[in-house]
């Protein structure tokens, strides 16, 4: 049986470096389609999604994103390394009072996904100056900004560490980000919490 989609979870980690090549507005449009149709709390659709390509319109957002807080500032992207678009998610406060964050979870995840299945990495930013980001990108007061999706093309892979018992990812010495993931046997339990094998 094919495992498309488990194997490109698998393959997933955050990309932070970037190539310079553009990214068709296509290949974002499917990603944020593939938001669209995330899963949300009593389907109330609240979430909206603001692109940006363009290039004097990044250098300002960039400054307003912060990187890779366990290593900062050695994994924030240099300059000719930075991502190629944003994709910032919106709340729409017409749409709902009382924003269930696990809507935008499961649309980021759809949408960095689906970037990747096209070749593209994606860093997910909530680390954010929102409040310049809205004066800056006109958000009106009806929106507030959650998070964004910062993607390109990769130039960077890296390498997931299992059954690691430190979560901080760090580098080694060729400059490669290493990422350390908690063992399935240490979180998954069945039938009590006492039980440590299935
Ligand atoms: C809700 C959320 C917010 C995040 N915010 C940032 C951020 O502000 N800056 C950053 O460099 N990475 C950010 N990340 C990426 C995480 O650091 C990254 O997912 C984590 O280190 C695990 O690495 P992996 O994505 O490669 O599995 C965020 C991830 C999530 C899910």
């Not at 094919?2 to 090549?21: D, E, G, P, T, V």
């Not at 996904?113 to 100056?129: M, N, P, R, Y």
């Not at 390498?159 to 979180?187: G, M």
Request: hydrophobic letters at 40%; glycine letters at 4%.
């Amino acid at each position: 049986m094919q495992q498309k989609l488990y194997n490109l979870i698998i393959k997933r980690r955050s990309i932070r470096l970037f190539k310079q090549r553009k990214v068709p507005s296509a290949v974002i449009k499917k990603g944020v389609n593939a938001a669209r149709l995330a899963p949300c709390a009593a389907n109330l659709q609240f979430l909206e999604y603001l692109v940006v390509k363009d290039k004097l319109l990044r250098e300002k957002i960039f400054t307003y994103t912060r990187w890779a807080g366990y290593l900062y500032p050695r994994r924030t992207p240099p300059a000719g390394m930075r991502p190629t678009f944003y994709v910032f998610i919106l709340m729409n406060k017409e749409k709902s009072q009382n924003f269930d964050l696990r809507d935008v979870g499961a649309a980021a995840e759809n949408m960095i996904l689906t970037f990747l299945e096209q070749g593209v990495g994606a860093c997910w930013i909530a680390s954010l100056d929102r409040k310049s980001l809205g004066n800056f990108l006109n958000i009106p007061k009806n929106y507030e900004i959650d998070s964004v999706i910062a993607g390109g093309f990769a130039a960077e892979e890296p390498k997931l560490e299992q059954d690691a018992k430190n979560i901080k990812y760090w580098l080694d010495k060729k400059n490669r980000l290493h990422v350390p993931k908690r063992s399935l046997k240490d979180i998954i339990y069945f039938d009590s919490l006492t039980t440590l094998q299935a």
